[in-house]
């Protein structure tokens, strides 16, 4: 079965320091990998996405991430932290054999400090 | 343009009573998902619609829950006998089709009493 693990609940950070935020995924093919942030009260807002290609993906905000298909992983980073970066990261797994259905990660709470 | 919209933002119930909870997905999208958000935890997968017809409602907990998409645009998600464990943050997402991007909308905040 597909699963997605965020090992990280809780990550604080320095304003201006750099970020890694891990992602795991379990599935048998390639997957579609994404990658949401939900401020506090808002909805799921995609930072960018994974489907083929170049391991290496750029989303909004200055972030990026890499697949590494030997690890099974997604991490996400960004080089430098904004303040207003702090909110609550989520990883998600597709795939069109599974009825298209995402499956979520716990999330990792990111606050930022000055 | 317009994102996923839902409607109310926040509903509180009391335990035993029925809820219906509105889905306006973008323009276009064919498939439209609903997700469950517990507190600390991520969204989990409830339904999903291609078109009018539910393709895979695996994600339903119990015969309670029911989800309709009559014409193939708004999707109601319907909730009867209400329990204190329906409480949670009840997400709608589209997508242009089936294999692609999920565009979510803010949630409705459920809370029964």
């Known amino acids: 079965a597909q699963s997605v693990t965020q090992p990280d609940i809780h990550i604080t950070v320095s304003e201006g320091a750099s970020l890694e935020l891990r992602c795991n995924y379990s599935y048998g093919a390639t997957p579609y990998l994404f990658w949401y942030v939900q401020s506090p009260g808002q909805g799921l807002q995609l930072l960018l996405k994974y489907f083929s290609g170049d391991t290496l993906v750029q989303g909004i905000k200055g972030f990026e991430a890499e697949f590494k298909r030997s690890q099974s992983s997604f991490n996400l980073r960004k080089p430098s932290v904004h303040w207003s970066d702090a909110a609550e990261y989520f990883c998600a797994v597709g795939a069109s054999d599974t009825g298209n259905q995402f499956y979520f990660g716990t999330g990792t709470s990111l606050t930022v400090i000055p | 343009g317009a994102g996923v919209s839902q409607t109310p933002s926040n509903k509180v119930t009391e335990k035993g009573k029925y809820v219906e909870l509105r889905c306006d997905p973008i323009?276009?999208?064919?498939?439209l998902y609903w997700y469950r958000q517990s507190l600390g935890q991520g969204p989990e997968f409830l339904i999903y619609?291609?078109?009018?017809?539910?393709?895979?409602d695996s994600g339903l907990p119990n015969d309670r829950f029911f989800a309709v998409r009559p014409e193939g645009s708004v999707s109601t998600l319907k909730i009867q006998r209400t329990e204190r464990g329906d409480s949670a943050v009840y997400l709608c997402?589209?997508?242009?089709?089936?294999?692609?991007?999920?565009?979510f909308g803010p949630g409705t905040r459920l809370t029964v009493l």
């Open positions: 323009s276009g999208h064919t498939a």
């Open positions: 997402a589209s997508s242009p089709h089936g294999t692609d991007t999920q565009y």
């Open positions: 619609f291609q078109g009018t017809g539910a393709a895979d």
